[in-house]
Each structure stands twice: as structure tokens, then as C-alpha cells.
């Protein structure tokens, strides 16, 4: 646990970062704002600059203050200006890391989302997303290329007495023959549900691009909502990982393996999760290491080789985090691993923290990877 309480120690100092480092390095803003690509149809604002700047505008004329606050959990913030049309505008204080970023507005003390901008499930709640062009951002494209499916599927489970939802990926040509694939099984983070990797994460998009350019072997990707929400922030350590675990293991894996054309070996099948998924991800790993041939941990802590000691041998431990985060602790852990003779691999994005560029790329790196 104390691995993952280092993660959110980065979250919250990674959050601020991209808002308030202008302040040190005062730079020139260019006045090249364009509409930001995460608008609704038609809107105007949100735009972003070629430097990363971020510019609002808001019209709530009656109107006493707004402040847009950015990242999870609305950390940091920039301070709007009213005109006299009853427009308040304004521009972060700094360049934004590359990516996506949620933010929402405090309208005299209420917390509303921007109308310019699409929604997004983060911090508990839908918030409104922006999205920072990357210079490495042709890897999530959507390209001209073949496209696989994210379909909806509603699983049963008695554990908790209901149905519920998973987003299934499957890659392109999935059920023109017999073929049987592989399957990812990838988590969200705290506040997040099962929307966020294809959403935020674009998964899809990734993986048909690596499909399309030959650097991967498709496979199929599930993505469940990991029963983190009634975890408050601030108090992880009072997440029990038992229902999720059922609810996993003994549930939907069963149910993705009778309906759909998969591998049903450990070496078919691996986990990875970013954040508080990655912290499910390192429990249930190794509470049941016989149903997962491959491990990952996205920013969500590492693996040390004592806790694996006695377990079925994964054939891929991958661990990752931003260069904003801890990349110091990731790269020991996988050092340690690689001695003690596992196969193990570290990446550290460059530039970013504890937000999906991060993960985005940890994907990317991680996807070549998986059932060689």
C-alpha cells in the first residue's frame, strides 16, 4: 500500500504542474488558439495554443466570479475575467502537459461543467475534458486504416446481485473465421468507470494503429468498472479488493470465455490497470497468478520478487509511471525483478505525471509486448 500512497503523492503534485510552471518560466504566449479537437460540434471555447496554453470563455452575465479548476479532483486553477458583455475569459497561467486533462468551473462557489466542451467520467462525476495536442499524438489517431469494435456487454453477477457492464474491444477481422485471441484485461483508475480507456485512454485507437502498422499481435481488451467510487479520496487504504476479485475472477472472465472467441489459458490471458486499477491489478495478480500469464502496473505502483516468490512465473511484468511521477522507484523495482530472473520492463513517459498521455503511451509501449 505504501507503494501506491507514492502514486498519489504524484497525482497531486503532478496535477498543478502544467498550470503554475509559466510562473517560473515566463514565456510569450502566441496568439495561435484554436478550438480545442475535445469541443462540442460547433463551439468556440475551450481553445489551446501550439505552446499548450489553455483559453475559457464563459458567458454568465449575472455572474459574480468563475475559476476553471483542471486535472482530477479539480486541482490547481485559473481565475476568469468578466467583460463588460458578460463574457469572463482567461488563460492558464502556464503551458498544460501534452494530452488529455478534466476540468470543470466554480460559478460563485457552485461547480458546474463548461458548455463548450464534451464529458468525461473522472473525479466521481461527468466532467468536462480538454485535450492538449501531443507532438507524439499520431499513435491514438483515428487513422484511415481497419478498425476494430468496443462494444457494450451486460454480464451477470450474483455476487452483487445485478448485471453489469463491461466494454469489450475486439480487433479487426474478430469473427470472420475460427481464430481464438488473446484478451487483455485493463482497469481504470479511482473516480473513473469502464468508459475511460476508450474515451480518455482511446485504447481502440492505439491498438488498431499498432494492428495496421504490424507491431502487434491483436488481441482482444475488456474493460470493467472496478468498484472503486464508494472508496473516497484520500482513504484507499479502506478499499477491500475481495468484491471486485469475485466479480472478476469467478464472474465476468468466465463470462468473456463462453461468449466470445478467446485463449482460456493464463498465457492467453493478462491484467493491467493504471492508478487504483494498477493497485487491483498487483492484489489480484497475485492472489490468483494461475489466471494471468502477464502483469501491469500503470503509475499504480510496483512488484518486488518476495511477493512472488512461490507463485506460477508471469511471463511479462511490465511497470511504468510519468517522468513527473516516481520514475526512480519504477525502474529499482523492475532492476530488482530482472535479478531475481524475471522478465520485466519499465517505461517512463517523458514530460508527463499521473494523467492519460502517460497511460496512453504506457499502452502503446506495452501492447508488443503481450503474447509473443
Known amino acids: 500500500m505504501m507503494k501506491f500512497k507514492f502514486m498519489i503523492i504524484a497525482l497531486a503534485a503532478g496535477l498543478s504542474l502544467g498550470i503554475c510552471q509559466a510562473q517560473n518560466n515566463p514565456e510569450t504566449i502566441k496568439e495561435d488558439f484554436k478550438p480545442a479537437v475535445t469541443n462540442q ?198 478499499f477491500k479488493i475481495d468484491g471486485f476479485q469475485t466479480l472478476l475472477t469467478e464472474e465476468l472472465i468466465p463470462y468473456i470465455d463462453a461468449n466470445f472467441s478467446t485463449i482460456k489459458t493464463s498465457n492467453g490471458r493478462a491484467m493491467a490497470g493504471l492508478s487504483m486499477g494498477g493497485m487491483e491489478t498487483h492484489t489480484i495478480t497475485l492472489n490468483k497468478p494461475e489466471l494471468f500469464g502477464s502483469y501491469a502496473l500503470l503509475s499504480g505502483g510496483t512488484f518486488n520478487p518476495a511477493e512472488l516468490k512461490d507463485k506460477p512465473k508471469p511471463r511479462l511484468i511490465f511497470i511504468s509511471c510519468g517522468s513527473k511521477e516516481r520514475p526512480e522507484g519504477v525502474k529499482n523495482a523492475v532492476a530488482a525483478l530482472k535479478e531475481a530472473g524475471y522478465n520485466a520492463v519499465s517505461y517512463v513517459s517523458e514530460n508527463t505525471g499521473h494523467e492519460f498521455q502517460t497511460w496512453r503511451r504506457s499502452l502503446r509501449e506495452l501492447a508488443p509486448l503481450l503474447f509473443k
Open 41 to 238: 460540434p460547433g463551439q468556440e471555447f475551450p481553445q489551446v495554443n501550439s505552446q499548450g496554453y489553455a483559453r475559457f470563455r464563459i458567458k454568465a452575465p449575472q455572474s459574480d466570479s468563475i475559476r476553471v479548476s483542471l486535472g482530477l479532483g479539480g486541482q490547481g486553477g485559473t481565475k476568469l475575467s468578466k467583460t463588460a458583455e458578460g463574457f469572463f475569459i482567461g488563460t492558464t497561467a502556464g503551458a498544460m502537459d501534452e494530452g488529455f486533462h478534466y476540468y470543470h468551473l466554480t460559478i460563485d462557489g457552485g461547480v458546474f461543467n463548461d458548455p463548450g466542451a464534451m464529458n468525461y467520467f473522472g473525479s466521481l462525476r461527468w466532467e468536462s475534458g480538454i485535450e492538449i495536442p501531443a507532438k507524439d499524438e499520431d499513435f491514438y489517431a483515428n487513422k484511415n486504416v481497419a478498425h476494430g469494435n468496443v462494444q457494450q456487454i451486460l454480464f451477470p453477477s450474483k455476487s452483487t446481485n445485478s448485471s453489469r457492464r463491461a466494454y469489450v474491444y475486439t480487433p479487426p477481422g474478430y469473427g470472420k473465421d475460427k481464430q481464438r485471441f488473446p484478451v487483455l484485461y485493463l482497469q481504470h483508475g479511482w473516480g473513473e468507470d469502464e468508459t475511460a480507456w476508450s474515451n480518455q485512454g482511446r485504447a481502440n485507437l492505439i491498438m488498431d494503429n499498432l494492428i495496421a502498422e504490424g507491431k502487434i499481435k491483436p488481441f482482444i481488451i475488456v474493460m470493467t468498472y472496478g468498484m472503486t467510487n464508494e472508496t473516497k479520496w484520500g482513504h484507499m487504504k479502506d
